[in-house]
């Protein structure tokens, strides 16, 4: 009974640890996604209620509906003709993914987002655009 009680607890961790890395990797899909199609609007259901960001340079702590409007502004300046997700980690304690972006102007970006696990699920606690 001691060898059945302790193969489901650890049947049960392993599953537990193989889908985490899944959940984060559909979670940095979906942004992929939104990033690409320069939608601000959809990204920031993605973000905390206080979202840090910093586009080019311009580095500020933003509500999420000011957040929504700055990237709004900067996805109309730079429109996006490409974007990938090219690395990511998906630690314990941080969750981050790093992609290049490039625009119809044919700049191309770096692009950084920091991903916080709450209670709700995943949220974008940090947002970074900088010139590649």
């Avoid at 995943?122 to 947002?127: M, N, S």
Wanted: proline fraction near 2%; charged fraction near 25%; aromatic fraction near 10%.
């Amino acid at each position: 009974m001691k060898n059945y009680t302790l193969f489901l607890l650890l049947a049960c961790v392993a599953c537990t640890a193989a889908a985490q890395p899944a959940d984060h990797q559909a979670s940095f899909d979906a942004i992929e996604k939104c990033v690409r199609a320069g939608d601000a609007e959809a990204l920031s259901a993605w973000f905390l209620n206080t979202v840090e960001c910093s586009l080019l340079g311009e580095e500020n702590n933003y509500s999420k509906a000011q957040a929504t409007m700055v990237l709004k502004d900067f996805f109309e300046k730079y429109p996006p003709a490409k974007f990938a997700f090219k690395h990511s980690s998906h630690k314990r304690t941080v969750k981050y993914a790093i992609g290049l972006l490039q625009t119809k102007n044919n700049d191309e970006l770096r692009v950084t987002i920091l991903i916080k696990e709450q209670n709700e699920g995943l949220a974008v606690q940090q947002l970074r655009i900088e010139r590649d």
